[in-house]
């Protein structure tokens, strides 16, 4: 059975549960300079480069992923938020994006693979693409709009070099996250379906989407459901929400993405908003009951969660959502949908 097949078939039987935040776990440990870099010989200092660990401090990252799987996370995540050519030249670390990327892949595989032998349940690991600091959409410049730093044509490669090594490492799917910027995310499909006619096989697509105001609208200004009517033909096994705001301030976006979306929807939110100094304080039982009622109301498929989560937070959805029956896959309607900033739908 294929990674798609699988997991649409648990899907089907219950609600499933990803991870929690990576960034936060690895600030809890207070790493110093010297476990970023290693012996590896770079020439920037890599402090707050998360990404490298899975080269210089595997064991840190293992042990937040095992924890997460120990708190009844179905998918786990690769560290690879940043595993890209362009976020990694902040670092001077470019040559090492293929070695990072098969690394933290086959951290989560090998943890995956060691749970789902204990008690037969299947496990899933989804290869993490971040958007990078660059978009396609808007330019840096305000006194020259038609400015991009970027290609779309060097994105795409971009994203294809990574998604290759973290398919090579051991990802069931690709996990485009955090999306900005439509165009971004369409260089990531592209890339990914560079990759499953090379590798002549399917590459699952996750498409996660941030918005950037409550008014449900991502930076380049496509609502979620514009989004996906932009995305759909991608054939994603998940579509969904992550980062953002906390699960209250997500609500009406879940509930009207949940209805118009016919594949499975992911939804993995901040815990609640930052403070002042910038920490979470939500607690796992709060975030748990937010999302609970999504569960309830037949609204998601897969939780989890994004900024200030732990492994408390993901322990505390994964009892909440226990036996609570997932949501319901809408018919596929043929119709022409297209997306500018807003959808728009011709019916037949």
Known sequence: MSARDQLLHEAAQRILVSDGAFGTQIQNRKLSEEDFAGDLGLKAD?????????????????????????????????????????????????????DINI?????????????????????????????????????????????REITFDYLTGVYLDQADALVEGGADFILIETIFDTLNAKAGIMAVRQLSKKLGRDVPIMLSMTLTDLSGRNLSGHTVEAFWNAVRHANPVTIGLNCSFGADQLRPHVQHLSGVADTLL???????????????????????????????????????????????????????????????IPEKITKMRLAGLEPFTIAA
């Open 46 to 98: 890599q402090k707050g480069n998360n990404d490298i660990l899975a080269l210089t401090r595997p064991d840190v990252i293992a042990d937040i992923t095992r924890a997460y799987l120990e708190a009844g996370s179905d998918i786990v995540s690769t560290n690879t938020f940043s595993a890209n050519v362009i976020s990694q030249a902040d670092y001077a670390a470019e040559s090492l994006v293929r």
């Open 103 to 147: 690394a933290s892949a086959r951290i989560a595989r090998e943890l995956a693979d060691e749970f789902a032998a204990r008690d037969g349940k299947p496990r899933f690991v989804a290869g993490a693409i971040g958007p990078t600091n660059k978009t396609l959409s808007l330019s840096p410049q305000v006194e020259d709009p038609g400015y």
């Open 266 to 328: 992911m939804v993995y939110p901040n815990a609640g908003l930052p403070n002042e100094l910038g920490e979470y304080d939500e607690q796992p039982e709060t975030t748990a009951g937010l999302v609970g009622e999504w569960a309830d109301n037949g609204r998601v498929n897969i939780i989890g969660g994004c900024c200030g989560s732990t492994p408390d937070h993901i322990a505390a959805m994964a009892q909440r959502v226990e036996g609570v029956t997932p949501r319901t």
